[in-house]
């Protein structure tokens, strides 16, 4: 199972960013995924996640801003990240997890996002 992300990239406090994570090896549609973030000196944080169902949760500093959806078609999930600010600077880490039949939990190779004032 492989997990495969871009999106990342420099952009000003305002701006906007898409966040994408493609999965492959994997059922992908029975797959819980999401993205999480590690800012520098601070522990890695789920950012928003969307179950196999479509349900999806989001933190509460993104929340209005950030919308998560998938494609199961394309095996992916993308993040459309709007309002940017610098507190969303950060390396941000796809992760899918199958509970049923057998448990699976891989995680990408991360995206630096930078956010400048």
């Known amino acids: 199972v492989q997990l495969q992300a871009s999106g990342g990239g420099q952009v000003q406090a305002g701006g906007s960013l898409r966040l994408s994570c493609t999965a492959s090896?994997?059922?992908?549609?029975?797959?819980?995924v999401a993205w999480h973030r590690q800012a520098p000196g601070k522990q890695r944080a789920l950012v928003a996640s969307?179950?196999?169902?479509?349900?999806?949760n989001y933190a509460d500093s993104v929340k209005g801003r950030f919308t998560l959806y998938r494609e199961n078609g394309k095996n992916s999930i993308y993040l459309h990240m709007n309002s940017l600010d610098v507190e969303d600077t950060a390396v941000y880490y796809c992760?899918?997890?199958?509970?049923?039949?057998?448990?699976?939990?891989?995680w990408g190779q991360g995206t630096l996002v930078t956010v400048s004032s």
């Open positions: 090896g994997v059922i992908f549609r029975i797959a819980t």
């Open positions: 992760n899918l997890v199958i509970t049923y039949p057998k448990r699976v939990d891989v």
């Open positions: 969307i179950t196999a169902g479509g349900l999806t």
